[in-house]
């Protein structure tokens, strides 16, 4: 399948100073990776690894002090190639909610608190599709009902809708221009479980119709696993491995994702696992050669000088670990029999 969108060794890293002293969080350090035509693209790892960071870098949203600090990103788009941070202005606009769309971590931020929600969906969306206004209410009304939302909420403001209602209409209002290309952080996080399966079978379905390609971020490990097509595991600020859903939990390839994939809650299920120890490293003076070094059972002299590159295993996997051979399930995963089906 084509590549949608292809990332080489980007890096964007908070860079602020105070009385003449520099200081830069290296929030994106070095990430390579390909996202596919229509595939769902789940990013894990744990709070203040860079997840928000990198997404925001992918969806060209980022703003001061965070900079682009090196490496690409180039989107195709048809026969449109573009890289965003190269290209005027006016092209990278053009594809915004058009092709490229982009669903905020407490994306109620996207909904102005004194607009009413047919207003939003006018601001946001009516320029990009580009059809006379009457096309432009029965495209919003049928949209709205695809996603089980009666188009009366257009005349709602936003405090009048329940939260799970609300991240429906963030998600229509993202779709309603059917990108080939979303990316939503943490779309399902502050909702509970039932709305929570709503919203991402919603996700799911739309994705699904059109054929396209979603990026999305959760650190809920269940989440990805009911979701996505391939996984990327970020820890501090690198992509540590990336891989077939299935495979990450069945078979992984990293300390790190072997822990992540284990702390799984599942019923029935008692026996002692062993809990990850140490804490996430800062990321303004990470951990020399593997940043996850400190941290792992595994680790060897090498691992605390020469930094691990993200290697290709076989099978659509890549691990950045020199001991990825010697990486085994911290339990037995059979009950994953499901995931990424
Ligand atoms: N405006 C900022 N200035 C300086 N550092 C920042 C800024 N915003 C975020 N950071 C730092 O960048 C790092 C990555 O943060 P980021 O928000 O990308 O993590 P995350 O993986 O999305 O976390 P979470 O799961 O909590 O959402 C963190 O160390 C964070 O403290
Ligand atoms: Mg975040």
């Avoid at 996505?228 to 859903?245: F, S």
Wanted: aromatic share 6%; glycine share 8%.
């Amino acid at each position: 399948m084509a590549d949608v969108l292809t990332v080489r060794n980007l890096k964007a890293y908070y860079v602020t100073g105070a009385f003449g002293v520099t200081r830069e969080v290296r929030a994106v350090d070095d990430v390579t990776m390909q996202i596919r035509e229509n595939e769902v693209y789940g990013i894990a790892g744990e709070s203040s690894s860079g997840k928000t960071s990198l997404i925001k870098t992918l969806a060209v949203a980022i703003r001061p002090p965070l900079r682009i600090m090196g490496g690409e990103i180039e989107y195709r788009f048809g026969d449109k190639v573009l890289n965003p941070y190269t290209a005027p202005r006016r092209e990278v606009e053009a594809i915004r909610w058009k092709n490229l769309s982009y669903i905020m971590q407490g994306s109620m931020s996207v909904l102005n608190p004194v607009r009413k929600i047919g207003k939003v969906f006018r601001d946001f969306a009516y320029r990009p599709m580009g059809v006379s206004a009457s096309e432009f209410d029965a495209r919003v009304a049928a949209h709205l009902r695809r996603l089980g939302l009666e188009p009366r909420v257009l005349n709602a403001y936003p405090h009048e809708l329940s939260g799970g209602m609300r991240q429906r209409v963030t998600i229509a209002l993202a779709t309603v221009c059917r990108p080939q290309f979303i990316i939503a952080d943490e779309p399902t996080t502050a909702l509970d479980v039932v709305v929570q399966k709503d919203v991402l079978a919603m996700i799911r379905d739309v994705q699904r119709e059109m054929g396209a390609s979603v990026v999305f971020v959760t650190h809920d490990m269940s989440v990805h696993a009911n979701m996505a097509d391939r996984i990327g595991i970020v820890y501090a600020g690198r992509l540590v491995e990336e891989g077939p859903t299935r495979t990450l939990f069945t078979a992984p390839k990293h300390p790190y994702t072997a822990h992540l994939v284990a702390s799984l809650p599942r019923i029935g299920d008692r026996t002692e696992r062993p809990s990850l120890e140490g804490r996430p490293p800062s990321l303004a003076d990470p951990p020399s050669g593997c940043r996850f070094h400190p941290r792992c059972p595994l680790a060897i002299d090498k691992c605390k000088t020469d930094v691990p590159p993200l290697a290709d295993i076989g099978h659509s996997h890549r691990s950045a670990c020199w001991r990825a051979a010697d990486v085994v399930p911290l339990t037995g995963a059979g009950h994953l029999a499901g995931a990424g089906a």
